[in-house]
DNA sequence: CGGAATACATCATATCACGAGGTATCAAGA
DNA sequence: TCTTGATACCTCGTGATATGATGTATTCCG
């Protein structure tokens, strides 16, 4: 997969792997998996982006001694999701004008 | 149009406007205007990039006066939009993934 | 005991799109 | 004639980004 494609969808992905449940970093990556892979140093950069962006929030908790940082999806995440579906039907143009045949008469 | 997602397609868009006939720069960015608008830096870096690739050739030629590069594409070329058809059906399966109905039961 | 799995984090690097700015010619109109 | 806009090319600096490498700490299991 090209690397510049992967970008487009990384973030929105990562907002759609907790849309349904809040979920947690390691998490996250293992439900992506059959998806899209993704390294850990990606994904942390990914949800602190998002969280800038106020389209999650974050709750710590502990889990047997371990630290866990639960990811919730914002209203601002959902909507994110939607522009998302609207800028894929520009991309479905797009992709129209480059997979169109060749005009030979 | 998010950056991201705009980021997957230039290369190939560029491309796709020279793939039926060769053209150069200033046209390439009018014939691409109603799919993709993108400035003439943008798309000198891209060419730039893409002739680096070896996925066009160049070719200068007087016109009129002025000097007018004519880009021809080339096997590879023509093999990059093919690889970008397999990874568009990559894409369609993460599209799916996100726009997925949420599960309330 | 030891290694794999769980779970987080940071840093340096390379790639990339793009605005700003530059050069030069030609056509049209004031 | 002078100027403006279109044509046509190019370069540089900046900000954003993904990722590998690396680090810390705990728990589970053989």
């Known amino acids: 997969m ?3 494609l992967r970008r487009g969808v990384l973030d929105v992905c990562v907002l759609a792997a907790i849309k349904n449940e809040d979920s947690y970093g390691y998490k996250i990556i293992k439900d992506l998996k059959p998806i899209l892979e993704l390294s850990e140093s ?3 950069t990914i949800l602190k982006r998002l969280e800038e962006g106020k389209m999650l929030i974050v709750r710590s908790v502990e889990f047997e001694g371990r630290l866990r940082k ?3 999806i914002t209203d601002l995440g959902h909507k994110r999701i939607e522009d998302f579906k609207s800028e894929w039907k520009e991309m ?3 992709y129209s004008f480059i997979v169109e045949e060749n005009r030979y008469e």
Do not use: C, R, V
Request: proline share 0%; charged share 10%; no cysteine.
């Open 42 to 44: 990606t994904l942390y």
């Open 92 to 94: 479905m143009g797009i």
């Open 70 to 72: 639960y990811y919730h």
């Open 2 to 4: 090209d690397a510049q």
